[in-house]
């Protein structure tokens, strides 16, 4: 069964950069699409970005369009988050998931990570 282990999280401040890393065991990545998703206190789970299994096609959050970026090196096995401008309102919870294919909606993702904290704070 697909294992996903999350990394990457941190506090950092506003303006700031960092890099999410969703690496993946007992299985491949190869034939999963990878979302990652966020959750702040008191909101719902948000989907943040997703990558198709094999032909790259990406999905953002209007709320990250152009700051985040998703890539995926399937020969390490892993799914990687970049965030660049990071505001005080993308703290939250990160995590990824897989599924077979790419959506937003977090309830079509069979496999979930434990998370990783994103803390965006002056």
């Known amino acids: 069964q697909l294992q996903l282990v999350e990394s990457g999280g941190g506090l950092v401040q506003p303006g700031g950069s960092l890099r999410l890393s969703c690496a993946a065991s007992?299985?491949?990545?190869?034939?999963?699409?990878i979302g990652w998703f966020r959750q702040a206190p008191g909101k719902e789970r948000e989907g943040v970005s997703c990558i198709s299994s094999n032909d790259g096609i990406t999905y953002y959050a209007d709320s990250v369009k152009g700051r985040f970026t998703i890539s995926r090196d399937n020969a390490k096995n892993t799914v990687y988050l970049q965030m660049n401008s990071l505001k005080p309102e993308d703290t939250a919870l990160y995590y990824c998931a897989a599924a077979f294919l790419p959506s937003s909606d977090y309830l079509l993702y069979d496999y979930w990570g434990q998370g990783t904290q994103v803390t965006v704070s002056s």
């Open positions: 007992r299985s491949t990545l190869d034939n999963y699409a």
